[in-house]
């Protein structure tokens, strides 16, 4: 598979202190690539210097086949990039701005006004054309930035934290605008994130990052597939009968606010018999019977927490 | 045939550098002029000036025509020059006008969202001196032209001597517009070197106040003589021959003009190559 992005074995120290430690990745062409990691992994850096606003200590990285740092200003014609906590010259109108950035994209000033216009549609700021960026709340200026990473239909969008400091309202619009964006128009999209369900609801593609290296990488189906979480919950219409039930059939159980918390150890298959069963034949309504955590949490507290304890996940 | 030829004029590139230089000056330049410390510019370069001249009145002046027109109409755009343009207090204004057009982007987190378009450093260096040199044609033209035409119709100027002389506004306006030019770079080149437009403000009123007063004192003969604080010597120096074609009465090694002008224009070029240069090897947090 061709890929956009390749980062081979890079190191970026900042002041006496490694950020990024041997980080080799792969952005395939036309993924939704999650870039994932608590706080101070090293998600920012890594983006800053794919988009050439850092050098590299060492390693090479290669933006549709070009050098950030060196052909900056020739990758950037194919790549929108929207900075984390970005901010616009408060004087500015808002469409005046967009305009400005369509005519540095290289467009004519007619394109410019169109393209700034369908750009602001996209993120739904339309109706803020002839306001003034200062007047503007931080969602909303998130949204404009957002708009002006669109401008000229880049081949590769880089989005750091694109749904942080948005309402939730605000986030479900981006992230399934993100999600359309990749769809319709095949753009590859990168996303950092330190939100799990926002990056499990966006992307097909991740890699986790914690402290400076990369845990694990590679499409999200794959990382997830032979991953079982062994903490399941039920809620039913009788939780204390099946809870006595259960737990004379020996499981490891608990009973949490009406809703019962079982650990199935190595019976996973047997309680995916036995569950159904027990409810209809005792005639109880079984509301829901689902893991604890989902399958993209477990991989990462898997991988994370192994290592923040410096051992190795076999 | 012009079907055979469209594709072939499509497939010729021409080069994309410098496309971005007017769209960047452009920007500045809109959005100075609507920042609040531009009115404080434009009252002390344009509208002091002005007042000066309805105030200064012609007590004195017992004949009229156009020799004295003339003469009142040169020495007194001199004397402003001199006054307002180059002065310390003007220098300062220009110093705090230029240098948050590049550290002040920084320092508001907008710079990084200029630099993920396709533009070159360089073009953004460049766009931003050509912006404020507009900028500075604002504020210079309007005061300089209504003094001079101001003494020339007060005093009753032959109607041909407004022709006739405007080479020599016109010239000394370039001049004037020059010396601004080196002080524009010097601040760019500062502000593109510090995250913070203070920094950028302190650092080259720093240098501006060093070189004027080393430069005053190494170029006046006589080691006695006034400490300079502004660039006055080299108005004292090259504007006479501009207005009057006459040499300058004090004792004053000077250069030939053109050289003198070419040495102003290299070293405003040579700032800003070494603006880009800082620039492009700058890690933008």
Redesign the interface.
Known sequence: MDSVIQIDHLYKTIGGKTILLDVTLEVPRGSLFGLLGPNGAGKSTCL?LI?????TSSGNIRVLGFDPWKD???M??E???L?Q????????KVLNFMK??A????MSKKDAVINSREALAKVGLEKFEGATVGKLSGGEIQRL?FA??LLGDPEVLILDEPTASLDPEGRVYVMDLIQKLSRDKSQTVIVSSHILPEIQRMTNHIAILSEGQVLVAGNMRDLTANIFDNEYEIETSHPQELYDILKGEGYDIELENQTIIIDVGKRIRQIWNDIPKICAENNYELRSFKPVRDALENVFLRYVSNNQRGVGYD | MIDRIKPIISRIKLPNYGRNIPIVAKELYSSTIREKKFYLAALYFMAIPVLMNLIAGFGNVVFRGTGIALFYAQTTTLLYFKIFYISLIGQILLVVLTADQIAGEIEMKTFPLIRSKPIYDSEIVFGKFSGMMMVMVLLDLPAVFITYFYYLIALDAESNAYLSTMDEVVGAIVFLLLLQGVIIALTLLFSSMFNKSLYAILGSLLILFTMSTISGNVLTADPTAKVYYSFEWILDAFLPYIFYHIEPLEDVIIPSLLSFLLTIVSIIVGLLVSATLILRNKEVQ
Do not use: C, E, I, Q
């Open positions: 800053k988009t050439g606003r850092m050098r900056r200003v020739k950037f014609n790549v929108g990039y900075p906590n970005p901010s616009a010259p408060v004087d500015a400005y950035m005519r540095l994209k290289g930035a002006n990473s």
